[in-house]
């Protein structure tokens, strides 16, 4: 992700942050041509295994769609600076059951803000992301979000269950044919609170955070649980009905 004053770019793939860096030269007005490979070279040049890394390419792609990005949107300030050394030692000690090292803390303007710094999927929940990186991950991410049953047993959480740090889960709320009328008027409380008490036990003596996420990318039209013009008052009614149980159910989360 690149954020640029307001502006958060998420971008997948090394291939995907060439093709978008490449893209934005169009859009450059008065920008000098340059390309993604003009980041990747002096930081290939510097790292033991060059450009077959493929890490290595993913941060340098970063990097080039950084300078692109920010000439579009005339940030001022030096490009970015990618250095990347050694990969961290295989015997590296960080797997997902090790307490997470410190937040890192950054102020801005009087802002005090703390970065979590993880990731998702079984790389994070193994342990083998924190390793190769050299450091365990402060945050992991997972998701309960198909059928009733997976989000009333919230099964994504079982894999981090000697994890101490902080877990964000996300719940579906919704499964296909339901509607938030319904939701609204309470048929589906039971199962939300089942899934907020299961959510509570899996996570009974971790001192990490817990953060739980009801309907989430409600505003795209890809999940069953999307939100119009035509159901935003009972979206509203659903969340603070959800709200509520959380609140009571487990208020540490």
């Known amino acids: ?28 007005a008065g920008a ?47 490009d970015p600076v990618v250095s990347v050394g050694p990969s961290p030692s295989a015997s590296a000690s960080a797997s997902a059951s090790t307490t997470p090292p410190p937040r890192r803390a950054s102020s801005v303007a009087g802002i005090v803000a703390a970065w979590h710094s993880g990731a998702a999927g079984d790389a994070a929940s193994d342990g083998s992301f924190g390793s190769w990186r050299g450091e365990s991950l402060q945050v992991v991410g997972s998701w309960s979000d198909g059928a009733a049953e ?42 939300w609170t089942q899934a907020i008490r299961n959510v509570k036990a899996k996570r009974a003596g971790r001192s990490g955070t817990t953060y739980v996420r009801i309907f989430h990318e409600m505003t795209g039209d890809w999940f069953d649980w999307k939100v119009n013009s035509g159901n935003v008052g009972d979206f509203k009614t659903s969340w603070r009905l959800f709200h509520d149980i959380l609140a009571r159910e487990y208020p540490q989360a």
Request: charged fraction near 20%; aromatic fraction near 4%; glycine fraction near 12%.
């Open 32 to 78: 000098t041509p340059r390309s993604v490979t003009d980041a990747v070279q002096p930081a290939a040049e510097a790292a033991p295994n060059g450009l077959d890394d493929p890490a290595l390419v993913g941060i340098a792609a970063i990097a080039g769609a950084g300078v692109e990005i920010r000439h579009v949107m005339k940030v001022a300030g030096p």
């Open 150 to 191: 997976e989000q009333r047993d919230v099964t994504s959480l079982d894999k981090y269950r000697d994890y101490n740090g902080d877990v964000d889960i996300a719940l579906g709320g919704l499964v296909k044919g339901e509607t938030y009328a319904q939701a609204a008027s309470g048929a589906f409380t039971d199962r």
């Open 1 to 28: 992700m690149i954020r640029s004053r307001g502006v958060l770019v998420t971008l997948g793939t090394a291939a995907g942050l060439i093709a978008l860096a490449v893209a934005l030269h169009p859009m450059v």
